[in-house]
């Protein structure tokens, strides 16, 4: 539908000012990159791509995405299931939770649905498994920049990068939960442009971390963004050759 391609316009529109956003506060030197301000214009373009492919249910999926994300932050940071022991640096606060979080778990999930989704496509008994590595896998990517060098949060517990192993295994199990949500909610592409605006909302994700860590003086994490995409790429190729 026409309105559907002027809604994806619009999405990409807000794609290109997460970047836009992401590069203008690294020039400007700031300690936090426009964390808040480019992760609510990638969520912006998230939701109204949600609009053009859920419709109605879209407000469904944004909601059950950031619960489920709020209520397994909430239960780590009280008790350090699943991902380990850390605490939250970012204000405002809920239950111990930074307010931008859960949100952030609907952008970092709906982005990774997508990338398995191109992959995938059909083979959905395999979706929410893809969905969950991809996640993950942009976890790796993120987490040194933002506790780090932006210093979001704090781990008490530490591993490779200061961050626990369990980290990871918290990410690929709850994002895994909120991927079954999308999938049943009937989440699919009805033409190619949609599936090409989620899948650069994920390039848009890893593009802003590496503009934040070149930013914070330590380009070398860029080296993990690139090894995360050939690493999806890779996955991803073999995957649809099977």
């Given at each position: 539908?026409?309105?559907?391609?002027?809604?994806?316009?619009?999405?990409?529109?807000?794609?290109?000012?997460s970047?836009?956003i992401?590069?203008?506060?690294?020039?400007?030197?700031?300690?936090?990159?426009?964390?808040?301000?480019?992760?609510?214009?990638?969520?912006?373009?998230?939701?109204?791509?949600?609009?053009?492919?859920?419709?109605?249910?879209?407000?469904?999926?944004?909601?059950?995405?950031?619960?489920?994300?709020?209520?397994?932050?909430?239960?780590?940071?009280?008790?350090?299931?699943?991902?380990?022991?850390?605490?939250y640096?970012?204000?405002p606060?809920?239950?111990?939770?930074?307010?931008?979080?859960?949100?952030?778990?609907?952008?970092?999930?709906?982005?990774?649905?997508?990338?398995?989704?191109?992959?995938?496509?059909?083979?959905?008994?395999?979706?929410?498994?893809?969905?969950?590595?991809?996640?993950?896998?942009?976890?790796?990517?993120?987490?040194?920049?933002?506790?780090?060098?932006?210093?979001?949060?704090?781990?008490?517990?530490?591993?490779?990068?200061?961050?626990?192993?369990?980290?990871?295994?918290?990410?690929?199990?709850?994002?895994?939960?909120?991927?079954?949500?999308?999938?049943?909610?009937?989440?699919?592409?009805?033409?190619?442009?949609?599936?090409?605006?989620?899948?650069?909302?994920?390039?848009?994700?890893?593009?802003?971390?590496?503009?934040?860590?070149?930013?914070?003086?330590?380009?070398?994490?860029?080296?993990?963004?690139?090894?995360?995409?050939a690493a999806?790429?890779l996955?991803?190729?073999?995957?649809?050759?099977?």
């Open positions: 539908m026409p309105e559907s391609r002027l809604l994806l316009k619009a999405a990409l529109t807000l794609l290109a000012a970047q836009a992401a590069v203008a506060s690294a020039i400007s030197g700031r300690r936090e990159p426009g964390f808040t301000a480019v992760t609510m214009s990638i969520a912006a373009a998230s939701m109204i791509h949600a609009a053009c492919t859920l419709r109605w249910r879209a407000p469904i999926a944004v909601a059950l995405a950031s619960l489920i994300g709020f209520t397994v932050e909430v239960i780590g940071v009280r008790t350090g299931f699943p991902f380990g022991r850390y605490v640096n970012l204000s606060m809920v239950l111990g939770v930074s307010a931008i979080i859960p949100l952030y778990w609907f952008v970092a999930t709906y982005a990774s649905y997508w990338v398995a989704y191109a992959t995938l496509r059909s083979r959905e008994l395999l979706l929410s498994a893809y969905t969950g590595a991809c996640a993950a896998l942009w976890d790796l990517v993120m987490d040194p920049v933002m506790s780090n060098l932006v210093e979001a949060w704090t781990w008490l517990d530490r591993g490779p990068l200061g961050i626990p192993l369990t980290n990871y295994i918290g990410w690929l199990l709850t994002s895994m939960l909120i991927a079954e949500v999308y999938r049943r909610l009937g989440l699919r592409a009805r033409e190619k442009l949609t599936e090409a605006t989620g899948v650069l909302t994920y390039l848009a994700l890893l593009s802003s971390v590496a503009v934040a860590s070149a930013a914070l003086g330590k380009p070398s994490y860029i080296l993990l963004g690139l090894g995360a995409l999806s790429a996955a991803s190729a073999r995957l649809i050759k099977a």
